[in-house]
């Protein structure tokens, strides 16, 4: 009776240590796999943010070198004036973003990207009312995409520095598209108006 009865407490003891074990198990893998989901979340948000800090960065140093450049070139006082608020809202734009990009860890740009200076390599090759359409042209081209990316980050940013500052900055980049396109429209027209007036005195 004694050894049946051993043998009784050891297999019950084995199965209860064993469905322990099963249960320990089960909770340790519930208790991991949100960390393993959180962690995987982190690295995508801080993906997202530093791929818009960058592209914001080198966004703001293009708008700059080209509004100093259009400054130099520029025939148009229109242009000229507009060229000056773009080195001035951007720059200030910059240094708020550097800021940002600190709190975010991010490691900010130093330089404009290949297709901005393409484009401002390509821009430096005009001069009088060439220049001013072309620039125009770019001014409208890139504040669309701008206010574009500001909307979606503005609504979707998963951190607060990074939500603030493109909500912050959407409404000067909207004013910025509206002047862009205003100034376009000026540059088009006395355009046309000396394009006439050239004509009618060749035919004279």
């Not at 297999?11 to 089960?26: I, Q």
């Not at 979340?41 to 818009?52: C, Q, V």
């Not at 293009?62 to 100093?68: F, H, M, R, T």
Request: with cysteine; proline share 3%; aromatic share 6%.
């Amino acid at each position: 009776m004694n050894q049946s009865l051993a043998k009784v407490l050891y297999v019950a003891g084995v199965t209860t240590f064993c469905t322990f074990l099963g249960c320990w198990a089960v909770l340790a893998h519930q208790e991991t796999a949100p960390t393993k989901q959180e962690s995987a979340r982190r690295a995508s948000t801080a993906y997202s943010n530093e791929g818009f800090i960058r592209n914001a960065a080198e966004g703001n140093m293009a708008e700059v070198k080209l509004g100093q450049l259009a400054q130099e070139k520029a025939q148009s006082p229109e242009v000229k004036k507009f060229a000056e608020r773009m080195v001035n809202d951007h720059t200030k734009a910059n240094e708020q973003l550097k800021q940002v990009a600190n709190q975010e860890h991010v490691n900010f740009p130093t330089d404009v990207n290949s297709k901005d200076a393409a484009t401002y390599r390509s821009l430096e090759k005009l001069s009088g009312p060439e220049f001013d359409k072309a620039y125009a042209r770019t001014m409208v081209r890139d504040h669309e995409k701008d206010v574009a990316e500001f909307k979606h980050e503005a609504s979707t940013a998963q951190t607060a520095p990074v939500k603030q500052y493109a909500q912050e900055t959407l409404p000067t980049l909207e004013s910025h598209l509206q002047e862009a396109k205003q100034m376009q429209a000026q540059v088009s027209k006395e355009g046309v108006g000396k394009g006439k007036a050239s004509g009618g005195s060749s035919r004279r």
